[in-house]
């Protein structure tokens, strides 16, 4: 009974370790804070960071600076992870500001993270490392505009009246992730979204247009009137939000 009693004391031991959220939280948010907005870290910036006094950069900053400029963007993810991992650790032994992928404009407000050798062990790199590179794509999902497959899309498109748009992108477009950081997660456009539009997010690497489409470069949109029939337009390019805000409202007056 006894060794039963250790054996599931060290299982679970072995799964809390193995959680690269819990083990990021333990040793990395007295400097690093999890999610703020690209536009208040922006605005932060601009002002000397004296509007938020970050000691480090931000949890979201860490995971889209990372996948950026660690590794072959267009490699598949298990290879990415790998490739994370092997720089997370050596930044964790051997931390040097120069070495590291937050732009100098950013990284001059910060002191130079102390060298952490020994405080981890491979599983936990393993797993703080796949827990950053996840969390990106997870705090956009969250964050974001509701999605939907575009079968759920014309479903609820013809019983709502809404407007059926689709979002094609490529996973190492630049100007698609720019899209998903800097535009679909502010409020001001997730509020026009979440009332009057339906959003289907293709990947235009595999995945088809519907109607007879045909693709655009990315990051590209395109917008269906409610019956499922009928194109509104298709374009194509990365926008400011106020320039999003206003080709939603243009669409929305061309889809009556």
């Given at each position: 009974m006894r060794l039963i009693v250790i054996g599931l004391i060290i299982g679970?031991?072995?799964?809390?370790?193995?959680?690269?959220e819990d083990i990021f939280k333990k040793n990395c948010m007295a400097c690093h804070?999890?999610?703020?907005?690209?536009?208040?870290?922006?605005?932060n910036f601009e002002n000397k960071n004296k509007e938020l006094n970050l000691k480090a950069p931000t949890l979201?900053?860490?995971s889209f600076?990372?996948?950026?400029?660690?590794?072959?963007?267009?490699?598949?993810?298990?290879?990415?992870?790998?490739?994370?991992?092997?720089?997370?650790?050596n930044y964790l032994e051997n931390s040097d500001k120069r070495k590291g992928v937050i732009p100098h404009y950013i990284n001059k407000f910060f002191?130079?993270?102390?060298?952490?050798?020994?405080?981890?062990?491979?599983?936990?790199?393993e797993a703080v490392s796949d827990y950053i590179f996840d969390y990106s794509e997870n705090i956009m999902i969250e964050k974001g505009v509701k999605r939907y497959s575009y079968k759920e899309a014309v479903e609820l498109a013809k019983k709502e009246h809404k407007?059926?748009?689709?979002?094609?992108?490529?996973?190492?477009?630049?100007?698609?992730?720019?899209?998903?950081?800097?535009v679909m997660v502010e409020e001001a456009v997730k509020k026009i979204l979440n009332k009057d539009f339906l959003l289907v997010k293709v990947n235009l690497a595999i995945e088809k247009l519907p109607l007879g489409m045909k693709r655009l470069g990315t990051p590209s949109f395109y917008f269906i009137k409610?019956?499922?029939?009928?194109?509104?337009?298709?374009?194509?390019?990365?926008?400011?939000?106020?320039?999003?805000i206003e080709l939603l409202n243009d669409i929305k007056k061309r889809s009556k």
């Open positions: 679970i031991n072995f799964l809390w370790a193995s959680n690269g804070s999890l999610y703020i907005p690209q536009s208040k870290l922006l605005s979201n900053q860490l600076m990372l996948k950026d400029r660690v590794g072959d963007r267009k490699s598949d993810n298990e290879s990415r992870k790998f490739e994370l991992e092997n720089f997370i650790t002191k130079t993270m102390p060298s952490m050798k020994g405080r981890l062990d491979e599983d936990e790199i407007i059926i748009m689709i979002e094609g992108y490529l996973p190492y477009c630049r100007f698609c992730i720019r899209m998903d950081r800097e409610s019956n499922a029939k009928e194109i509104i337009d298709m374009i194509e390019g990365f926008g400011s939000q106020k320039d999003f």
